[in-house]
C-alpha cells in the first residue's frame, strides 16, 4: 500500500512539500480552507483591477531555493522586477509573478490532489495513522500530516483535536506580525515614482506598490502595506475609516481626486519575526505529524520553500 499524506495548507510550503511527496510516489491530499490556492501569496481582482495584497516579491539566498527561482522564470512564472537602491533600500534582485504572486500558487498547484473550501477541525489518531473532520463535514485518513497553517492556528486545531504533545510549547515561540494591507483603484497613474515601489521605514506605512507598473494590473491600482505597530493598533478599528486614514498619509503619492475606490483586508498573520531555527517541527505522536511553514527557518517566502520540501524530505527518510 502506498505512503500517505494530508497537507493542511495550500499555500508555498505545503505545494511544495506535496510535490516533493508526490516526486516520492507518496499519495497525497492537500486541504485548504480558503477559495483558492496560495495564502499569503495572494493575488485579488477589483474591477479591471490586480493587486497583490499579500507577499510583494521575494529574493533568493539558498542555491536549492534560486533553482526553484530560475525554473519559475523559465517557464514565465516569474520575473525580476528592478527595485533600486534610491528608490529603497534594495540590494538583491526581486521576484515577483507574472500573472500576480498567486499565479506561483496556481502553477503549483496543477496536477496536485486539491480540496478547497475544507477547513480542517479535528484530527484524531487511528491505529493506522490520522483521520481528519471538515467544518464541511467531510473525513480523510492518511498514514501522515504535514500542518503549514500559521503557528497559532496550527496549535488551535491541535487543542481542539487534544493532541496536547509538548512540542506545543515550541509552536508558541513562533510569533506573527499582524498587517492592514489597502488596495486603491485609481482613474489615473500615481506618483509612485518607477519602478512602482516603496518601502518606508518609519510611520504608520511600511510598503507601498504600484500594481500597473509592477505589470500585474491592467489598470492602475495601488497596494498600500501599514506598518507593523500601526496594524496591530488599529486591527479591530473600522477598516473603511482606517483606509481612507492611510491613503490621505500618501496623498502626495495618490492624490485623492485619482481615487475611485478601494478596499481593505485585514492579514492576522503576515511576516514571521520570532521562528524556529529548524526548518520543520516533528510531534512525537505514533504516526509522523509534522509542523512546516514560513514560521521555521529563515521565514518569509524562501523560508516557507525551504520548510515544505525539508518537512517532505524528512517523511519520505523514515
Ligand atoms: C501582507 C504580507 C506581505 C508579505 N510580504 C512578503 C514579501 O514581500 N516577501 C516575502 O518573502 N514574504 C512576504 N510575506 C510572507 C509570505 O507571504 C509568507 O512567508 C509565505 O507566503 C508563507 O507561506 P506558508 O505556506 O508558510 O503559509 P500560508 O501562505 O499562510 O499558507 C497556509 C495555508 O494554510 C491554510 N490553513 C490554515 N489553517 C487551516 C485549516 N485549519 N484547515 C485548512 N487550511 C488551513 C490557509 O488558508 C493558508 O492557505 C508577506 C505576507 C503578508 C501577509
Not at 492537500?30 to 483558492?36: E, F, I, Q, T
Not at 516533528?282 to 514560513?294: K, M, N, V, Y
Request: contains cysteine.
Amino acid at each position: 500500500m502506498k505512503n500517505s499524506c494530508i497537507i493542511i495548507g495550500a499555500g508555498l510550503s505545503g505545494l511544495v512539500a506535496a510535490h516533493e511527496l508526490v516526486k516520492n510516489n507518496w499519495e497525497v491530499l492537500v486541504l485548504d480552507k480558503g477559495r483558492g490556492v496560495g495564502g499569503r501569496l495572494a493575488t485579488r481582482r477589483a474591477a479591471e483591477a490586480k493587486f497583490d495584497h499579500g507577499a510583494q516579491y521575494f529574493s533568493t539566498k539558498t542555491p536549492d531555493f534560486q533553482s526553484f527561482a530560475e525554473n519559475l522564470i523559465q517557464k514565465q512564472i516569474a520575473k525580476e522586477w528592478q527595485l533600486q537602491e534610491g528608490s529603497a533600500n534594495f540590494r538583491h534582485a526581486r521576484l515577483i509573478g507574472i500573472q500576480g504572486m498567486s499565479s506561483i500558487a496556481k502553477f503549483l498547484a496543477e496536477g496536485l490532489s486539491i480540496k478547497l473550501s475544507e477547513k480542517v477541525i479535528h484530527i484524531e489518531e487511528t491505529n493506522n495513522g490520522f483521520s481528519v473532520k471538515t467544518e464541511a463535514g467531510n473525513s480523510f485518513e492518511a498514514k501522515a500530516i504535514i500542518c503549514t497553517a500559521p503557528a497559532p492556528q496550527a496549535i488551535e486545531l491541535m487543542t481542539n483535536s487534544h493532541l496536547n504533545f509538548p512540542e506545543i510549547a515550541q509552536l508558541q515561540q513562533i510569533k506573527y506580525h499582524p498587517c492592514i494591507a489597502v488596495m486603491a483603484n485609481l482613474k489615473e497613474a500615481s506618483n509612485i515614482p518607477q519602478p512602482g515601489g516603496i518601502a518606508f521605514e518609519n510611520g504608520p506605512i511600511a510598503w507601498i506598490a504600484d500594481n500597473y507598473q509592477k505589470g500585474i494590473s491592467p489598470a492602475y491600482a495601488i497596494t498600500l502595506h501599514a506598518s507593523p505597530a500601526f496594524s496591530s493598533a488599529h486591527f479591530d478599528d473600522d477598516l473603511m475609516e482606517v483606509g481612507k486614514n492611510l491613503l490621505k498619509e500618501v496623498e502626495n503619492l495618490i492624490p485623492s481626486d485619482s481615487i475611485d475606490s478601494y478596499q481593505v483586508h485585514r492579514w492576522r498573520y503576515s511576516l514571521a519575526y520570532e521562528r524556529l531555527d529548524e526548518n520543520y517541527l516533528r510531534a512525537f505522536t505514533e504516526s509522523p505529524l509534522i509542523f512546516a511553514g514560513d514560521g521555521f527557518g529563515i521565514g518569509s517566502i524562501e523560508g516557507a520553500y525551504l520548510s515544505g520540501k525539508s518537512a517532505a524530505q524528512d517523511l519520505i527518510k523514515t
